[in-house]
T-cell receptor, first 112, second 118 residues
Framework: DAKTTQPPSMDCAEGRAANLPCNHSTISGNEYVYWYRQIHSQGPQYIIHGLKNNETNEMASLIITEDRKSSTLILPHATLRDTAVYYCIVRFRTSGTYKYIFGTGTRLKVLA | EAGVAQSPRYKIIEKRQSVAFWCNPISGHATLYWYQQILGQGPKLLIQFQNNGVVDDSQLPKDRFSAERLKGVDSTLKIQPAKLEDSAVYLC????????????????FGPGTRLTVL
């Protein structure tokens, strides 16, 4: 079972910030939060990851709550090309390797 | 840098037929993954290789699915015989091998093979 919970869909106006929430209440101390997105008919694409500090890169920002039970992915100025399914994943360790379990994600629609 | 290559991109077969998918990971990536993505769902891991050894195949329906990565580089996934419920996109991904707790382990995905079983 996925270790994360996300809203099934969200809309955002073009040019505005898109804030995508994720709950991961059972996350363990050394498990990272990863975000990927999947544009129609393509494979998932890495966006960002974090452990407990907030992170920012050229694509997005990741805000993780102090108790690490939830996080928010922020796309600061959404464009039509950001329309995609966004997956929040907790990377966990099992049998000597790291594993992702994808949930159903949040379908973000950016509106003109 | 070349990405993960997959072929074919699309395949239509009748139920009970066999099918094979090919994946060539990013050069230097020791870890290779096969995922199945049914319409409307997130990808589900079928099998994970570390070089040419299987690390996790707990979700692979072994009565009909098989996968190999003989030389630790490219990989094939086979379905024999196919069922209607195997209709899905089959995604291959690869990542740089690292076991440290702070390791990056970003997975790079190919475009997928869309399988339709009639």
């Amino acid at each position: 079972d996925a270790k994360t919970t996300q809203p099934p869909s969200m809309d955002c106006a073009e040019g505005r910030a898109a804030n995508l929430p994720c709950n991961h209440s059972t996350i363990s101390g050394n498990e990272y939060v990863y975000w990927y997105r999947q544009i129609h008919s393509q494979g998932p694409q890495y966006i960002i990851h974090g452990l407990k500090n907030n992170e920012t890169n050229e694509m997005a920002s990741l805000i993780i709550t102090e108790d690490r039970k939830s996080s928010t992915l922020i796309l600061p100025h959404a464009t039509l090309r950001d329309t995609a399914v966004y997956y929040c994943i907790v990377r966990f360790r099992t049998s000597g390797t790291y594993k992702y379990i994808f949930g159903t994600g949040t379908r973000l629609k950016v509106l003109a | 840098e070349a990405g993960v290559a997959q072929s074919p991109r699309y395949k239509i077969i009748e139920k009970r037929q066999s099918v094979a998918f090919w994946c060539n990971p990013i050069s230097g990536h020791a870890t290779l993954y096969w995922y199945q993505q049914i319409l409307g769902q997130g990808p589900k891991l079928l099998i994970q290789f570390q070089n040419n050894g299987v690390v996790d195949d707990s979700q692979l329906p072994k009565d009909r699915f098989s996968a190999e990565r003989l030389k630790g580089v490219d990989s094939t996934l086979k379905i024999q015989p196919a069922k209607l419920e195997d209709s899905a996109v089959y995604l291959c991904a690869s990542s740089f091998y690292s076991t440290g707790t702070n390791s990056y382990n970003e997975q790079f995905f190919g475009p997928g093979t869309r399988l339709t079983v009639l």
